[in-house]
């Protein structure tokens, strides 16, 4: 989502972790997002012993909710020029962001972070690169009042919704009344939450397809074990689920943050840039960068591609269709 302002402070506790012959120290905040009973693989299938699990399908939800949720997401009339949408940086036809290392603010001047997607950001336990925000619908808020972004508030655009008698219907007919600050928020929230990408190959070799990944796809993914990778992005979301250090070992990216949120490697293969200033134009740059700043390793050519052959099988579908790159 939006970078927003405001500050977290949260509680970090270092905990050291062997990795091979290295100590990397990382930062465990709340795993979340876990499959629910019915998506649980059995015991024959790799899931059952590994710490990443397979994404559900998108949870049920009320259709004239998430009709309307998506309509606004795509609405210029929720920033105050009608300039912007929230999908004008989050294209839900491609990556869920876009391809710009940093975006050109409304006043001309470059922001601080690279977009993250938007897809399967409901199944983070925090928003944005500073993870200081809790919820998709205060993610919503502070993306509407970031005088960077939307530039508005909740007030002007109910105004304008308002005015349209085909949203006062469509509202009334989702929430049983015309428009109002919990239900704009909540349809936003709602349409994001239905913004999952399961079905990726990994997936799938999770759940017992033992010919969903070739040899190499496999060996990458034992590196990522192996080498510590895997102790920062784990869980559904393979990240998004802690707070870390950037820059451990070796200087990774800017300086500030000092603590990010792990971003989820979810369809990464599918989000260049990288990194929080967006400075990693590929895939292969940014392991290889990780590896020394994050776990004081040198990478052999091999390694990184073993490594970028498995987080290219992490590319999930959205309505059927695989993610993909945003056009340049």
């Known amino acids: 989502m939006f970078d927003a302002s405001g ?10 972790l062997v990795a091979g012959c290295l100590a990397l120290l990382f930062v465990i905040a709340v795993t979340v997002g876990a499959a629910p009973k019915s998506q649980i693989p059995s015991s024959r299938s790799p899931a059952a012993q ?3 699990t397979p994404i559900p399908p998108a949870p049920d939800t009320d259709p004239l909710k998430l009709a309307l949720g998506e309509r606004l997401f ?6 105050h020029d009608g300039t912007l949408t929230y999908s004008s940086c989050h294209d839900v036809h491609s990556n869920g962001a876009d391809s710009k290392r940093l975006r050109t603010a409304r006043d001309g001047s470059v922001m601080t972070f690279n977009i993250p997607t938007v897809f399967n950001a409901a199944l983070s336990f925090r928003l944005n690169w500073e993870g200081n925000v809790r919820t998709l619908e205060d993610q919503s808020e502070s993306s509407l009042e970031n005088a960077a972004n939307l530039a508005t508030n909740a007030n002007e655009v109910l105004k304008k919704l308002d005015a349209d008698p085909e949203m ?16 704009l928020l909540d349809a ?16 799938r070799w999770l759940s017992g397809d033992f010919v969903a990944l ?43 943050p000092e603590i990010v949120r792990v971003p989820s490697l979810r369809n ?20 290889r960068r990780m590896g020394n700043a994050q776990l004081d390793q040198t990478l052999s050519d091999a390694q990184i591609k073993a490594i970028v052959a498995f987080l290219d099988t992490l590319t999930g579908t959205y309505r059927g ?8």
Do not use: W
């Open 188 to 203: 936003i929230a709602t349409f994001e939450r239905s913004l999952l990408t399961p079905g990726s190959r990994f997936d």
């Open 74 to 79: 795509a609405d210029p009339r929720l920033s």
């Open 321 to 328: 269709a695989p993610v993909t790159a945003a056009s340049p």
């Open 268 to 287: 990464v293969a599918t989000t260049p840039p990288y990194f929080h200033d967006g400075s990693a134009p590929t895939l292969e740059e940014a392991v």
């Open 7 to 16: 500050a977290l402070k949260p509680l970090i506790h270092s905990v050291p």
């Open 50 to 52: 590994e710490p990443i």
């Open 214 to 256: 070739s040899p190499e796809e496999q060996e990458g993914y034992q590196l990522f074990k192996s080498l510590g990778c895997v102790s920062c992005h784990q869980g559904v979301n393979i990240g998004g689920n802690l707070f870390e250090r950037q820059g451990i070992f070796h200087p990774l990216a800017s300086p500030p």
């Open 168 to 183: 006062v219907r469509q509202f009334s007919q989702a929430y049983g009344g015309p428009p109002d600050r919990t239900s």
